[in-house]
Every structure is written in structure tokens, then in C-alpha cells.
């Protein structure tokens, strides 16, 4: 059965600070690592890694991914308080008739001012 | 804003009823997901629909059904309801029949809470 662990469950930071989010996982033929950020209400996309070793940035916000040692990790810098979120890691494989995403239990992050 | 639509927002039920939820995907998307989201869950695939055609099956209970329609809206039948079935129900669309090699675009969900 395919498992995506993210860890830490929760983190509580100041604004300013930079935090490491990670993403472990076990699938069967990798095809994808996906990572979310879920404020209130829906997922919203932020990156899609294939890749080993290729960052993928946006803003403060950048991310890797270690086909190797399974794992990818979502950095966040200069944190802003609207960064406050649960951040959610996703693993696409190929493996059975689903092909389908596997989601982690996410980060919760808080942001204080 | 991500172009998918659920309603409604908000369903308060009892025991043994049965519901529908609806999700209209994004313009020119084909693929409609469902997916439940529960405090002690996380994110669980419910089921998929690619072009009026069911794609692929997840941890769907028999008590669930769903279909998607020539116009690519979709409907999320849940009956018998129980205490358990109280969560978060997402809907998501993407263009192709694959849900691993373009990003997955979700609505606003639609909060279930059966009394």
C-alpha cells in the first residue's frame, strides 16, 4: 500500500523565521510528488516535482525532491503570517488500476507576529 | 479562485438520510474527483470520473455512489447516512484522466454533518 509521511504534524513559528517541511514516502512507480497549502477551505497548488535535485521556487517558497532517498522537502522563508496553513504533501504512482494521488496527514503551521 | 464549484457549502442531516453534493470542474477540465477529508483521515481518493465515465475506485463505501453528466458536472450520493460520514467532502478537476502528471484543482468542499 503506498504511504506518504510528513512530518513534523505541527509547527509554531515567529514571523521572519524559516521553516523545513518534509515529506518522506514509499509508492510503488513513482510518477509525481505534489505539495498543497490548505488554508480554511480548498487545496491550493503549489508545486509538482518529477525530478531529483531540481528546486522548484516560487516567491520564499521552494521545494526538492530526493527520488533516492524518497523524500522531498518544502522550504518557506522570511515566514509571513498568511503563510499559516496545513501544507499537504502528495505522491502520484502508477501502480494498480487507481493511479491515483496519495496524500500525507499534513504540517500545520502557525505563523506568529 | 480555483474555477471548481460545490455545492452546497453547508449540510446538516440525521442518521439514515440521503444526500447529494454537487461539483461543476473548470472549464475544460474532463476529469472530476472526489475526495473526504476527516479530522483523523487526512485527504482519502473516494472516486474518479474521466469524460462520463467512472476512471478509477478508492475506500468508496457501497453506500456511495456518484456519477458524472454530459455537461462534465458531477454528483456525490450519500446514503444511509452515519455519524461517521460527517467530514469534508472535496470535489477536484483536471484536464486529463491521470491524476499524477497535472496538479489536482480543488473547490471549496462541502461540510457534511449528519446528527
Known amino acids: 500500500e503506498d504511504k506518504v509521511v510528513q512530518s513534523p504534524l505541527s509547527l509554531v513559528v515567529h514571523e521572519g523565521d524559516t521553516v523545513t517541511l518534509n515529506c518522506s514516502y514509499e509508492?510503488?512507480?513513482?510518477?509525481?510528488l505534489l505539495w498543497y497549502k490548505q488554508e480554511k477551505k480548498a487545496p491550493t497548488f503549489l508545486f509538482m516535482l518529477t525530478s531529483s535535485g531540481i528546486e522548484k521556487k516560487s516567491g520564499r517558497l521552494s521545494s526538492i525532491l530526493d527520488k533516492k532517498e524518497l523524500f522531498s522537502i518544502l522550504n518557506i522563508t522570511a515566514t509571513q503570517t498568511g503563510d499559516s496553513a496545513v501544507y499537504l504533501c502528495a505522491v502520484g504512482s502508477s501502480s494498480g488500476s487507481a493511479r491515483q494521488l496519495t496524500f500525507g496527514s499534513g504540517t500545520q503551521l502557525t505563523v506568529l507576529p | 479562485d480555483s474555477g471548481v464549484t460545490q455545492t452546497p457549502k453547508h449540510l446538516i442531516t440525521a442518521t439514515g438520510q440521503r444526500v447529494t453534493l454537487r461539483c461543476s470542474p473548470r472549464?475544460?477540465?474532463?476529469?472530476v474527483y472526489w475526495y473526504q477529508q476527516s479530522l483523523d483521515q487526512g485527504l482519502q481518493f473516494l472516486i474518479q470520473y474521466y469524460n462520463g465515465e467512472e476512471r478509477a475506485k478508492g475506500n468508496i463505501l457501497e453506500r456511495f455512489s456518484a456519477q458524472q453528466f454530459p455537461d462534465l458536472h458531477s454528483e456525490l450520493n450519500l446514503s444511509s447516512l452515519e455519524l461517521g460520514d460527517s467530514a469534508l467532502y472535496f470535489c477536484a478537476s483536471s484536464p486529463t484522466g491521470i491524476s499524477y502528471n497535472s496538479p489536482l484543482h480543488f473547490g471549496n468542499g462541502t461540510r457534511l454533518t449528519v446528527t
Open positions: 472549464s475544460g477540465d474532463l476529469s
Open positions: 509508492v510503488t512507480n513513482f510518477r509525481s
